[in-house]
């Protein structure tokens, strides 16, 4: 297929109530879950000023990493932010949705000093997801190169995805967006429009990679059907690749990846198109093959970054998930069972009601908290104990 896709010349043409992957249909209204009380946790901001703040990584040593969706990579170091960006950064696409996003520790940091940004690169007429791989000498990035670019390029600002997990064999999974104007194209694995890829650190696809056989733009991907992806973890505990992404409005949707498996957008969705118009008469998603979320919102809440709790200090959330929540301006908690199970949902919201952009488990075992907007905060969440 072409390179590129143009928005002018492409006509655009249920969430799973209870856990399992199976899917059934009818409204899942979990956007006001009950709170969690504000007096079982205590919040510490240790950064703000920070400019549409979207990623932060924690790296050996005790420094910290955020990206700003404007360009800039900031450090924190000895608890206070540094006055400068770090340098050697690439530059960004930075329109609508695009610019810098991901910042991460490559899991053998400690001797090779690697972190992997991914960021939106080219102009209004043709953009893409890229990944950058660099050197971290403490101060700026070294060495930098891009390893991976989306194909192919597309004329909107919008649904990058970019968010970005290890694997336990050191590959790494990235996920794109289907770039809002050409949601069918999600339902093809020979591009990259809405679909989670699978790469190793020198941006070539594993050899067992589901459609690697095929070559091309197909041998990196790993899953498709997706709308945006902004939100993935890999479970250590139980062994799953979670993963959470945007519905239009609503059917926002809460899924456990699976080699190959196409997760049906826009074909089965709970959700509608903003001006309310139907997308599809589907909301069964095994009934029409395609693999079904675990778990939904609807109205949305704009899932926008996800982690699996791994630290000491809230011991009673132990491999619980944590899901950022922009609409839902709140930090959704999914109780989970030992097999993977949601038997509970509830929300944390903090100070002020603000964006939440993304959560994270810190290596101190708080929930580091980024909010978003033009004067973003980084949040420390611990017990009030």
């Known amino acids: 297929m072409a390179s590129r896709l143009s928005a002018l010349a492409h006509s655009s043409a249920v969430v799973a109530l209870a856990a399992g ?55 924190i170091r000895d608890g206070a932010l540094t006055v400068s960006p770090v340098a050697g950064v690439p530059e960004s696409f930075f329109a609508g949705q695009g610019g810098l996003l991901e910042v991460e520790a ?3 940091f400690a001797e090779t000093g690697e972190v992997i940004l ?37 004329d909107t600002d919008a649904h990058y995805g970019g968010r970005v997990t290890f694997l336990p064999d050191g590959t790494l999974l990235l996920t794109l967006g289907d770039a809002f104007a050409y949601r069918e194209q ?84 709970e959700g509608r198109d903003y001006n309310g118009a139907r997308i599809s008469p589907f909301e069964d998603h095994e009934e029409q093959g395609f693999t079904g979320p675990i778990w939904g919102w609807t109205p949305s809440i704009a899932p926008a970054g996800l982690t699996v709790y791994d630290g000491d200090l809230f011991s009673e959330w ?43 488990t810190g290596p101190d075992g708080a929930l580091w908290v980024l909010t978003d907007g033009a004067d973003g905060r980084l949040v420390r969440l611990t017990p009030a104990d």
């Open 318 to 360: 132990g491999g619980d998930l944590f899901v950022a929540a922009l609409a839902g301006q709140a930090i959704h908690h999914l109780d989970l069972d030992a097999n993977g199970t949601v038997i509970a949902e509830n929300r944390i919201i903090l100070d002020g009601q603000p964006r939440i952009r993304q959560v994270a």
């Open 106 to 108: 490559t899991p053998d």
């Open 21 to 75: 992957l199976a899917a059934c249909g009818g409204p899942t209204d979990r956007s006001e879950a009950p709170l969690i009380e504000s007096a079982s946790f205590s919040e510490a901001v240790i950064a703000e000023g920070l400019s549409y703040p979207w990623d932060v990584a924690f790296l050996p040593g005790g420094d910290i990493l955020v990206t700003e969706r404007d360009g800039a990579l900031r450090l």
């Open 186 to 269: 999600a339902q093809r694995y020979d591009n990259h429009l809405g679909t989670v890829v699978r790469l190793t650190t020198d941006g070539t696809p594993p050899a067992d990679n589901p459609f690697f056989d095929e070559g091309g733009a197909a041998a990196f991907v790993y899953s498709y059907g997706h709308r945006n992806v902004q939100g993935i973890a890999f479970d250590s505990r139980r062994g799953i690749i979670w993963e959470h992404e945007h519905g239009p409005a609503g059917g926002d949707e809460l899924n456990q990846l699976s080699p190959g498996a196409n997760y049906g957008w826009p074909i089965v969705t």
């Open 118 to 154: 991914t960021y939106s690169g080219g102009d209004a007429e043709a953009n893409h997801t890229a990944v950058f791989k660099a050197r971290f000498d403490g101060e700026a990035l070294v060495g930098g190169e891009t390893i991976f670019r989306s194909s192919p390029d597309r």
